[in-house]
């Protein structure tokens, strides 16, 4: 495996983490979202589960050789997905004509 790509990955996760946690603890957000974004703290909250999963979906071989292990492992990954992407949709302005 490419290692700087691993690295590129790990930067980019920590940027998403520590952005969700500026998020949560200050409210601040990137100039970028700050038109778009009405819960800054949802916002947060779906960022650092967002980061946390893809974090667990790059290290499943550090986890273990057991197939329930890594099944287990491969859920909680797509949950917390899943849940970080609902938490940041949640968090968006909603259109004015509905």
Do not use: C, E
Not at 28 to 55: E, F, K, M
Not at 61 to 79: C, D, P, R
Request: glycine share 14%; net charge positive.
């Amino acid at each position: 495996m490419d290692w700087f790509l691993v690295g590129a990955a790990a930067v980019g996760f920590g940027l998403l983490a520590v952005g969700g946690v500026l998020a949560l603890a200050t409210g601040w957000l990137a100039p970028w979202l700050r038109g778009r974004v009405v819960r800054s703290d949802l916002w947060g909250y779906g960022a650092v589960s967002l980061a946390v999963s893809l974090a667990m979906g790059m290290s499943f071989k550090v986890a273990g050789h057991s197939t329930i292990v890594l099944n287990v492992l491969f859920v909680v990954t797509i949950a917390l997905a899943i849940l970080g992407g609902l938490l940041q949709r949640r968090s968006l302005r909603r259109p004015a004509d509905q």
